[in-house]
């Protein structure tokens, strides 16, 4: 698949027009808040997004675990997801 390139304005760019169209005096300010409530709500969807990730994760062992047979290790898995779980809980 071919992606077609697209261009793509800067935050300044959005900016300028913003301000050119609107005649507030607290336009700029407005424009930053609206900013920075979009880079939150960006950023939550992010995070959003990565625990529905590790959940997916997690049941996938879960359910390698129940699957299990007696000729299966598994202690090994169980030793194996244990390790993932730092991983897991890092936040920036």
């Not at 960006?42 to 994760?57: G, M, P, S, T």
């Not at 598994?74 to 897991?88: A, D, H, R, T, V």
Request: net charge negative; glycine share 2%; hydrophobic share 35%.
């Amino acid at each position: 698949m071919v992606m077609k390139e697209r261009n793509v304005p800067s935050t300044e760019h959005i900016r300028q027009g913003y301000l050119n169209s609107s005649w507030d005096d607290d336009a700029e300010l407005d424009f930053d808040l609206w900013l920075v409530n979009e880079r939150h709500r960006v950023a939550n969807l992010a995070i959003e997004k990565e625990r529905k990730r590790i959940i997916a994760n997690i049941l996938d062992r879960v359910e390698d675990l129940n699957s299990c047979t007696k000729n299966d290790n598994c202690q090994e898995l169980g030793q194996l997801i244990k390790s993932y779980i730092p991983e897991w809980m890092e936040t920036e």
